[in-house]
């Protein structure tokens, strides 16, 4: 078990250090000034040379705890606290020296640290050809080196984009201290375009994206259009099969119900929910219909059988012309006549 923890330590201590070290090459110096004279100033008005420190990657980065020298003798095998001796360090606690992608920091030399966390002791003779080296935060591992030639006045050493290969000398008006290396205010879009990508690769995946892209849109576009006329032609098959009448009147038979209801609450429930002008019109009409006679040629019809109650009966009426009617366990009475009608 003991065994297994070292070696799994051991692995993960190799992979962190393998990251750290993938991390560290992202860091590039990236421009030089050996003799200023009237180029960039510190916080205290002096003109001193400068050296830039560039992030390439597009992850933020803390420089802090790495070393800058300019003697060559830590080239020479040594170990690491004899080699620091011979460095100068970038201190923390500066929020300047955590490099997000594609910044840039500018680091004094020839100066007191302090005047300020960004001043190193970093000698630089502007007389003579200097050897500038970047090394990591354990002072053993060189990052980036660079050998600057004698510049004139105010010139500078950079290179030629930011992190590339190629450098150059840039004449004073070009100098370019805390920003990319590469400015063109007359480059077309065309030229940035070739420059940036020379081998096509951005121009491949772009051209890839947009055919792909179309491609996704058109595929939604006939997807969503056929789902709406599939809708559509399952909606008129519905509506052939069965036909909306049945849907009207539901609709009108909610209304009778909902009339009779009112009806109901303002009348009564002896009404039954049918208004009063509604049986006046039906026996009305069904008078007339008996008096037309119309029962008896319509077919279909519901005819009233007619009863006979005798109301226009005139013997019935005229009872003071003829016998009451008695009980049968009484004679019924005499009828005057001759003088007694008098």
Not at 176 to 196: H, M, Y
Request: contains cysteine.
């Amino acid at each position: 078990m003991t065994k297994f923890a070292l070696l799994l330590s051991g692995m993960l201590t190799l992979g962190v250090s393998s990251m750290q070290a993938q991390m560290d090459q992202s860091i590039k110096i990236n421009e030089v000034l050996t003799h200023n004279t009237q180029s960039l100033q510190d916080e205290y008005g002096e003109h001193e040379a400068w050296v830039e420190l560039a992030n390439i990657s597009y992850s933020t980065y803390n420089i802090r705890g790495m070393y800058l020298t300019t003697d060559r003798a830590v080239l020479q095998p040594m170990s690491a606290p004899e080699r620091m001796k011979r460095m100068s360090i970038i201190p923390s606690g500066d929020e300047r020296t955590n490099l997000s992608g594609r910044q840039h920091l500018l680091l004094f030399c020839n100066s007191n640290p302090t005047k300020g966390s960004l001043h190193l002791t970093v000698k630089i003779d502007p007389a003579k050809p200097t050897w500038i080296a970047l090394y990591n935060g354990n002072a053993t591992e060189l990052i980036d080196s660079v050998t600057i030639p004698v510049l004139a006045e105010n010139q500078s050493y950079a290179r030629r984009n930011d992190g590339a290969a190629e450098w150059q000398v840039k004449a004073p008006d070009a100098v370019t201290p805390g920003i990319e290396n590469f400015i063109k205010a007359n480059e077309s879009k065309t030229d940035l375009f070739k420059r940036e990508d020379p081998h096509g690769f951005a121009m491949t995946l772009m051209a890839m994206g947009i055919v792909f892209f179309c491609l996704a849109l058109l595929w939604l576009f006939f997807t969503v259009f056929g789902a709406i006329m599939k809708h559509q032609e399952t909606a008129k098959k519905v509506a052939h099969q069965q036909p909306i009448k049945p849907i009207t009147k539901t609709v009108e038979k909610t209304m009778e119900v909902g009339h009779k209801t009112g009806v109901i609450l303002q009348e009564g429930l002896k009404t039954k929910g049918i208004d009063k002008e509604i049986y006046i019109a039906v026996i009305g009409m069904a008078l007339k219909q008996y008096e037309d006679n119309v029962h008896d040629v319509e077919s279909g019809i519901i005819t009233i059988k007619p009863k006979d109650t005798e109301w226009d009966d005139e013997y019935s009426q005229m009872t003071q012309f003829h016998d009451p009617v008695f009980p049968t366990t009484h004679t019924a009475p005499k009828i005057p006549t001759g003088p007694e009608l008098r």
